[in-house]
C-alpha cells in the first residue's frame, strides 16, 4: 500500500486537527528535509498486527455474496451514525433489509447519508469503496455498480487481498464467538462474560451442560468456568475479553465467597434478587476469571469508553473504574480497549502509573482521526512506547478494515510528523516507535511468533551470581510468608522506638489471624479499616507475628520489602530497624540470619507514613525444609 503526501495532508485536513507542532519541547536536533515522506513511507511498509477483530469467516461472506449491495459497507458502526442523523430506527431497518427494493432503498438511505457523510465512519465506507472497487463518490450513478462489484468480488481469495496485500496484514487476533478461523493467520481470544452476567437456574444448568458439569453450587459453577476456560487454553487463546462495561458499570468490587455463594444459592432457588446482589455476584465472578487469567499468564482486554450503538451510559465505562482490578491483579497485564473514548486523559494516567496497564486504540481512529492524533500526541509524551498498540480493525466487514488500517497509518504519520518536526523526537526515534506501535508491542503481549515481555532476554540476569539469585527469588514463590497474626493500629508516638503491647504482652494483645494472597502481601489498610478510602490516611504502627520452624541450626536469607519503615525481631533480637518512607517491593531488603533448631519467633513492625501500608515477607531456603506455622 502506498500512499502519497498528498493524501496524507488532505486526510489531516478532512480531520480538522490543527498542527501541534508548535506545542511540542525541542529536545533534540531538526530533522533533514524529506523526514516527512520517509516516515510515511516506513509507516506504510510494517507490517501490522492487527490487535481486535469482529470478522465473519470468508466462508460465511461467499454465502451470502447474493444478499450484499452497497449498504454492506455501511453497516457495521456506520448504520448508527444513519440512525443518529435520522432518529429514525425503523427507516434504517428498511436500509438494510434485502426484502425491498434496492432502488427504493437508496431513495431512504440518501437524505440521511448526505447528512453523516462527514463522519469518520462515513468516511471508512467512502475510502473502501475508492481503494478496493474504484468508486470515488456515493452517488445515484454509483450504487448499483458498487453494489455488483462487491457482490462479484464475495469469492475466494477476497480476505488474503484485502488484509494481507491490500491492508498489509501478517497477523490478526479475532473476537468472533466462535473457533472457524484458520490460525495460521488468526489467533483467537475469549469471553467468559457469560459466567458473570447470569442471571437464572436455566442459564446456569445450560453453561454446566455445556461443559458435562452438573451444577448444584458455587463450587461446581466455578468448576465449569475452569473447564470452559482450559478448552480456551486448549484451542491457544491468547487473551481473555469483557464486554460487560457496555450492560454495567465497570467497577467489579472483591465481594466475599459467603455473600458470593448466597446469592448463587438464591438465584439457583429462583428466588427475586436485588440489583446489588446481582451485582455482588458478578463481581465475584469478574475476580474468578481474573484469577484463571493470572494463572495461565494470559493479558485481559477490556472494553471501555464509548458503546457501538445508539445511547449507553458513558459514565459506566470510564476506565477509572478499573483500578482496583489493577492493584489487586498486579501480574495481570489489562489491554484497555478504544483507547477509552472519550477519556483519554485518565487513560493516559492510568497507563503512565500501572506496569500492567496497556492503551489498545482499536476503533479509535475510525471513531475520530482528531481524536486519536490528539491522544496519541500525548500519550507519547506521557506513556512508554512499550505500552501503546495502534491497530485493531473492530470491523464484521472485511473491507472496512482495510480503511482502518489506511486511518491507522495516516494517523500515526501524523503524530511522528509533528514530533519530528519540532525536534521532540529524532526521525530514528520516529521509526522505532512506530514498529512498537504497529507491530512489536502486540506480539510482546501478546506472545506472538516467539516474542515475550519483561527481562528474559537481559543478559545480566542471566549471568551466575548476586543478581540472578535475586532474579530468580524475586520471580518464584518459593518461600513468601502467607501465615500471619497481625496487630493494630497503634499510634506512631515515636515511631519504630515506640513499645506497643505486641512487643511485651503477645499474648495478651489484639491479634488477628490473616492469611494473605499467593503474592504473600499484608495489607494493613484493607485489615484494619472497612473502608479503605478513609484508611489510606492512617498514620501508625502495626505488627505482624509469625513463627518459622527450623529442622536444625543454619544460617539462611530473610527478605522485606514494607510500607514505609520497618523493625524486626528475631527470637526477641532486633536485626532490623529502618525508618524510611518507600513502596513496599518485594525483597526490597535482603537479612542474613540465624535459625535455631524448632521454633523461631520473628515480630515485624512497620509503620505508616500515609497512603498505602503493607508488608513482604520471604524465607531463602533452598532445601524447602524450613516451614512456616499456620494459625
Sequence with gaps: MKLTSKSLV??????????????????????????????????????????????????????????????????????????????????????????????????????????????????????????????????EESYVSLSEQIRENSKPGLYDWILKDKSGIELSIVDGGHRRYDTLFYRHVERFDQFIQVSSKTEIVQLGSEYDITINTLDDYISALRVAFEAGVDYNMVAVKSGLAYQRILKYNNTSRERASNVFSALFREEALTADEIKAFQDFMMHRVLDLANEFDLPVQIHTGLQAGNGNDITNSNPTHLINLFMEYPEVNFCIFHSSYPYGGELSVLAKNFPNVFID???????????????????????????????????????????????????????????VRSGYFSEEEALDIAEKLLRKNALEIFKLRGHTRGAGNIAALQRPGRLKDWWEIHNSSQGIIRDWKVSGPYPFNEGLDGVHPPETEENKSRWQIIRTDPEGYVNFVSIFSQNEAAAVDMIGMAYAYTEII??????????????????????????????????????????????????????????????????????????????????
Excluded at 61 to 70: T, V
Design 361 to 419: 486504540m482499536c476503533w479509535t481512529p475510525v471513531i475520530s482521526p482528531a481524536y486519536s492524533i490528539r491522544y496519541l500526541d500525548e500519550w507519547l509524551e506521557t506513556v512508554p512506547a512499550n505500552k501503546i498498540m495502534l491497530f485493531g480493525g473492530d470491523y464484521s466487514v472485511v473491507e472496512l478494515v482495510y480503511a482502518h488500517s489506511v486511518f491507522a497509518r495516516r494517523v500515526l504519520t501524523r503524530v511522528l510528523c509533528d514530533k
Design 550 to 631: 527450623s529442622p536444625d541450626d543454619r544460617d539462611l536469607t530473610l527478605t522485606l520489602g514494607s510500607n514505609d519503615g520497618a523493625k524486626i525481631w528475631l527470637n526477641g533480637e532486633v536485626i532490623y530497624n529502618e525508618h524510611v518512607g518507600r513502596s513496599a517491593i518485594a525483597d526490597q531488603v535482603f537479612l542474613k540470619v540465624h535459625l535455631k533448631k524448632g521454633n523461631n519467633t520473628l515480630l515485624t513492625k512497620v509503620e505508616n507514613l500515609g497512603a498505602n501500608w503493607g508488608l513482604y515477607m520471604r524465607i531463602v531456603d533452598k532445601t524447602n525444609s524450613v516451614k512456616i506455622k499456620e494459625f
Design 10 to 139: 488532505t486526510f489531516c485536513m478532512a480531520a480538522g486537527v490543527i498542527a501541534t507542532s508548535s506545542a511540542q519541547i525541542r529536545t533534540t536536533n531538526l530533522p533533514e528535509p524529506g523526514f516527512e515522506l520517509r516516515i510515511e513511507n516506513h509507516v506504510n511498509e510494517i507490517k501490522l498486527i492487527d490487535t481486535h477483530e469482529h470478522l465473519i469467516t470468508e466462508e460465511e461472506r461467499i454465502q451470502k455474496a447474493d444478499q450484499l449491495d452497497f449498504t454492506y459497507l455501511f453497516s457495521h458502526y456506520a448504520n448508527e451514525d444513519l440512525v443518529s442523523a435520522s432518529n429514525m430506527k425503523g427507516i434504517m431497518n428498511i436500509v438494510f433489509s434485502n426484502d425491498f427494493p434496492l432502488e427504493e432503498r437508496w431513495e431512504l438511505f440518501y437524505p440521511f447519508f448526505r447528512e453523516m457523510r462527514n463522519t469518520a465512519y462515513a468516511r471508512a465506507a467512502l475510502l473502501a469503496a475508492n481503494d478496493l472497487y474504484g468508486v470515488k463518490d456515493l452517488n
